[in-house]
């Protein structure tokens, strides 16, 4: 029954999706979920996510996931948790007729939010804000605002800032709606 709940959900996320008028490939990376399409690893190797192993002995266990577009290109990437406790994502991109699957860590991908932001980061006091870009079975991240207090790094599109900037931003960057996740 759990399952067919799932696959009914899926559809139901497919169909409103497509709805929007949101030019969406949402239905190739779903079938990833459902292990009935496989996706291209950055190792490029084509595998389902059954089968999908990250580091050495770690199988994906696909969670919960969301779908945001990071690029801005009227296409959304879908963002999968895929380990037992949480933490490890990842983000499915479709490009043209083949899939990339991108792995990160908890901290590379913190607090997305639904235009595709996110924070990196390498502590309490080093707060990275990006955005990702894609190309044919490669991604770009681009750093919009660093607050870094190990390094004293403090800039905003690339350009210093003060402290009283960089807390602005972060404070409207909190303001901006959270990517919702949906359990499988």
Same mark, same amino acid.
């Given at each position: 029954?759990?399952?067919? @709940?799932?696959? &009914?959900?899926?559809?139901? @996320? *497919?169909?409103?999706?497509?709805?929007?008028?949101?030019?969406?490939?949402?239905?190739? &990376? =779903?079938? @990833?979920?459902?292990?009935? #399409?496989?996706?291209?690893?950055?190792?490029?190797?084509?595998?389902?996510?059954?089968?999908?192993?990250?580091? +050495?002995?770690?199988?994906?266990?696909?969670?919960?996931?969301?779908?945001?577009?990071?690029?801005?290109?009227?296409?959304?990437?879908?963002?999968?948790? *895929?380990?037992?406790?949480?933490?490890?994502?990842?983000?499915?991109?479709?490009?043209?007729?083949?899939?990339?699957?991108?792995?990160?860590?908890?901290?590379?991908? #913190?607090? !997305?939010?639904?235009?595709?932001?996110?924070?990196?980061?390498?502590? $309490? @006091?080093? *707060?990275?804000?990006?955005? =990702?870009?894609?190309?044919?079975?490669?991604?770009?991240?681009?750093?919009?605002?660093?607050?870094?207090?190990?390094?004293?790094?403090?800039?905003?599109?690339?350009? /210093?800032?003060?402290?009283? /900037?960089?807390?602005?931003? $972060?404070?409207?960057? #909190? !303001?901006?709606?959270?990517?919702?996740?949906? +359990?499988?």
């Amino acid at each position: 029954m759990k399952k067919l @709940i799932s696959v &009914l959900l899926i559809l139901v @996320i *497919i169909f409103s999706v497509s709805a929007c008028g949101k030019n969406t490939s949402n239905t190739d &990376l =779903m079938l @990833i979920l459902e292990n009935k #399409q496989q996706f291209i690893t950055e190792a490029g190797e084509k595998v389902y996510i059954k089968d999908y192993k990250y580091g +050495e002995e770690y199988y994906a266990t696909p969670n919960k996931y969301t779908s945001v577009d990071f690029d801005d290109d009227g296409i959304d990437e879908l963002v999968v948790d *895929i380990s037992v406790n949480g933490g490890i994502y990842l983000v499915l991109h479709s490009d043209s007729s083949k899939v990339y699957g991108f792995l990160f860590s908890g901290r590379e991908l #913190q607090s !997305l939010k639904t235009d595709g932001s996110f924070i990196q980061s390498g502590g $309490a @006091i080093a *707060i990275c804000y990006c955005s =990702m870009t894609f190309g044919e079975g490669t991604y770009e991240i681009t750093e919009i605002a660093v607050s870094d207090s190990y390094t004293g790094r403090l800039e905003i599109d690339g350009k /210093e800032c003060s402290v009283e /900037e960089i807390n602005e931003y $972060a404070k409207n960057w #909190q !303001l901006k709606e959270d990517a919702e996740w949906f +359990e499988i």
